[in-house]
């Protein structure tokens, strides 16, 4: 039996053995040690996939429920159960789902049936404590439907630490700042050589915070400042025989901020006025473009495309969108300038954010380095925040997607030995 860690990501999950080795868990994927956090249901099917090869299924036919970003209902107190098939699942009951095929992959992988498990949580899932508690206490139940016998928490920042650690020669206070997909994480913690190896590390932690940007926001920013006008922002329409114009209502632009919340628009009302704009709009494509997106499901490869333009936008000082399906005909090109120009509310989030937790630290304490992890600790106007907070000689980095995996599986080793 074999205990391992898991990093259960809002878009990326991964497993690690007690030496840190990261397990391949899908030979078949762009990258085989990262599992995408997503489950696809098919309607003409029983058959039940998960990450890469739910994602290759649900681009060559979109009929069935696709499902991601279940890491982020954890602390949803009104998001308890759903339907699928037939059935009524609860949130644990999904994501056990999912953490049963990982489990599974993982083992197959590791050549011996993983059975314990150390697996990652935010600092803060919620501020508020009970939310927080009832958020882990669903993940805790989740794994366990998922057959690991033996559950036990450890928070991401600390995880990504430890990987950190390993390399140092002296004591330090170390600021660890995790960027994911949907939260940042921010923890001020002592590691070095004379606490490495402790098994409960919470005594480590001086100060903690967390803040909901994350890549998917930045993606949202992408969709807000450069293809509304694709999607008939602006536009207007008439009702009846009357003359007067109408504006489109700003709801529907909002909806299109996040691929999930698209669906919502296929509801009657919305349905009904998609239907009289495109008979009066002054901007028929659009609203064709808009009637297509919607009612043919392309959100999720649309928001694949604008991924794919902001990864760009960390090395290069443009990137280009072209998106041709159905009526809908994109050719943008994003330069860096104007995508830092519409995400600096996130970047003046996440300095909001530092300068609390800071304020929070006693007065004599120094942080000797700031490490950066996570995805979206890629992006070029994160780094030069915390550049210009602390200096650039401060700021370390190791591989942003695998840190607090192999955290978790050099946590495991320790914790299951006890
Ligand atoms: N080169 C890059 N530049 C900018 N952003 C990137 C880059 N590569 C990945 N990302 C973004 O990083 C995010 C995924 O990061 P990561 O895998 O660390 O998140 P996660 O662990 O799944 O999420 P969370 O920690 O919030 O639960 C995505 O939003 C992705 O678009
Ligand atoms: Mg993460």
Same mark, same amino acid.
């Given at each position: ?106 083992? %197959? $992988?590791? !050549?011996?049936? *993983? ?10 899932? +919620?501020?508020?404590? /009970? ?75 001086? %100060? $903690?915070? !967390?803040?909901? *940007? ?10 807000? +400042?450069?293809?509304? /006008? ?189």
């Amino acid at each position: 039996m074999l205990v391992c860690g898991l990093d259960f990501g809002t878009s990326n999950t991964a497993v690690a053995l007690p030496t840190g080795a990261v397990l391949s868990l899908d030979e078949k994927a762009p990258q085989p040690r990262l599992f995408r956090s997503v489950l696809f249901f098919p309607e003409d099917s029983r058959e039940t996939l998960a990450g890469h090869e739910a994602i290759e299924r649900y681009q060559e036919d979109n009929a069935g429920r696709f499902i991601q970003s279940m890491k982020t209902w954890l602390p949803a107190t009104t998001f308890t159960r759903t339907q699928l098939r037939g059935r009524t699942l609860s949130l644990e009951e999904l994501i056990a789902v999912f953490l049963r095929r990982v489990r599974t992959l993982a083992s %197959a $992988s590791a !050549g011996e049936e *993983v059975s314990s498990v150390v697996l990652g949580r935010p600092a803060r899932f +919620s501020t508020e404590a /009970k939310t927080d508690a009832f958020a882990e206490a669903r993940l805790k139940q989740a794994a366990t439907l998922a057959g690991f016998t033996d559950v036990r928490f450890v928070i991401e920042p600390i995880a990504a630490a430890l990987a950190y650690e390993s390399t140092l020669t002296r004591d330090e206070v170390v600021l660890v700042a995790d960027f994911g997909a949907g939260t940042s994480d921010l923890t001020v913690m002592h590691l070095g050589p004379s606490r490495r190896g402790r098994a409960d590390r919470k005594s480590d932690v001086v %100060a $903690s915070s !967390g803040v909901y *940007v994350g890549g998917d926001r930045f993606d949202s920013a992408i969709m807000k +400042s450069a293809l509304l /006008k694709y999607f008939g922002q602006g536009s207007t329409y008439t009702v009846g025989h009357s003359t007067q114009r109408l504006p489109m209502p700003s709801y529907i632009s909002s909806r299109l901020l996040s691929w999930n919340e698209m669906s919502l628009i296929r509801e009657k009302t919305t349905r009904e006025l998609i239907d009289l704009m495109l008979e009066s709009s002054d901007r028929l494509p659009a609203i064709e473009a808009l009637n297509d997106l919607v009612m043919e499901n392309l959100g999720f490869r649309l928001y694949r495309a604008i991924e794919r333009a902001k990864v760009e936008l960390s090395t290069k000082k443009e990137a280009r969108i072209d998106f041709e399906e159905a009526r809908i005909t994109i050719h943008e090109t994003i330069t860096l300038e104007a995508f830092e120009a519409a995400t600096t509310h996130l970047i003046d989030e996440l300095e909001v954010c530092t300068d609390e937790l800071l304020a929070r630290l006693p007065k004599d304490l120094t942080i000797d380095s700031v490490f950066l992890t996570g995805g979206s600790s890629q992006v070029p106007s994160v780094q030069r925040l915390f550049a210009r907070k602390f200096g650039n000689e401060k700021l370390r980095t190791a591989d942003a997607f695998t840190s607090v995996v192999e955290g978790l599986g050099r946590a495991a080793a320790s914790t299951f030995s006890d």
